[in-house]
């Protein structure tokens, strides 16, 4: 891992939601606290692995993880046996966090930065052969610019990885009320039910980026058990895998 200082941009961001940036900011120490408002990510985290492994072969790979916290997810690609990893966020302290914990577990082939998907993608075209943005499209002003970028990172023949939350009356239940004040699973008003986006308006975003969508599988929540697991059905929180066509 570099030892380098986290570095960070001077042009102004514009895709991004202070108020989200902030919210996260606040909880940046308690990111890998896994009896914290973090524990669902902590526990879906070894299903998303999987799941970018069955579509992208994680070994050996240069990967991208947008948005990415804490690191959760950056440093459990780097461990799986990537090549590389960075992970990049907005949200400074979190990044911080991030970097710390990684040289605590002695992660070497992974690095941080305070940069914005779009400048990078302006910087460091076709770079990597994996990017992942899992849990952001839904917290930013504008997902197609987020989803244009990722597209515009990976190398063509290459595997981009979203996550997000479908937008319907049963999500609402089960990503707000339930999640957030019934069972109290994470904090009120993580999430705007009105930047949900529906799986026909992301596969629309892809394909107008370029991207095939090639595979998808959604999360589901026990709460008798307190278990999450894998599902066909799409109607709360999915991922989708997309390929970057080779001639692109």
């Given at each position: 891992m570099s030892t380098e200082n986290l570095p960070t941009t001077t042009a102004q961001p514009q895709n991004v939601d202070p108020g989200e940036i902030d919210k996260?900011?606040?909880?940046?120490h308690k990111w890998w606290d896994k009896e914290s408002e973090f524990k669902p990510l902590h526990e879906i985290n070894p299903l998303r692995l999987k799941f970018i492994d069955d579509y992208a072969a994680i070994s050996g790979k240069t990967i991208l993880d947008v948005g990415c916290g804490g690191g959760i997810l950056t440093e459990a690609l780097a461990q799986a046996g990537a090549e590389s990893v960075t992970g990049i966020d907005l949200a400074s302290k979190s990044l911080k966090i991030a970097k710390l914990h990684a040289l605590e577990n002695k992660v070497k082939n992974v690095n941080y930065r305070v940069v914005s998907?779009?400048?990078?993608?302006?910087?460091?075209?076709?770079?990597?052969?994996?990017?992942?943005?899992?849990?952001?499209?839904?917290?930013?002003?504008?997902?197609?610019?987020?989803?244009?970028?990722?597209?515009?990172?990976?190398?063509?023949?290459?595997?981009?990885?979203?996550?997000?939350?479908?937008?319907?009356?049963?999500?609402?239940?089960?990503a707000v009320v339930a999640a957030e004040y019934l069972l109290k699973l994470m904090p009120r008003g993580t999430h705007?039910?009105?930047?949900?986006?529906?799986?026909?308006?992301?596969?629309?975003l892809c394909r107008a980026a370029g991207l095939e969508w090639i595979g998808s599988s959604g999360f589901s929540y026990n709460p008798l058990n307190?278990?999450?697991?894998?599902?066909?059905r799409l109607d709360v929180n999915y991922m989708i895998a997309c390929r970057k066509p080779a001639n692109a």
């Open positions: 996260f900011s606040q909880l940046a998907v779009e400048e990078l993608a302006q910087e460091s075209p076709a770079h990597f052969d994996v990017v992942t943005c899992m849990e952001m499209l839904e917290h930013v002003p504008d997902p197609a610019s987020v989803v244009r970028a990722c597209a515009s990172l990976v190398r063509p023949d290459g595997i981009v990885c979203f996550s997000t939350i479908n937008r319907n009356p049963k999500s609402y239940l089960q705007d039910y009105r930047k949900f986006i529906t799986p026909a308006e992301l596969a629309r307190k278990k999450y697991y894998l599902t066909d």
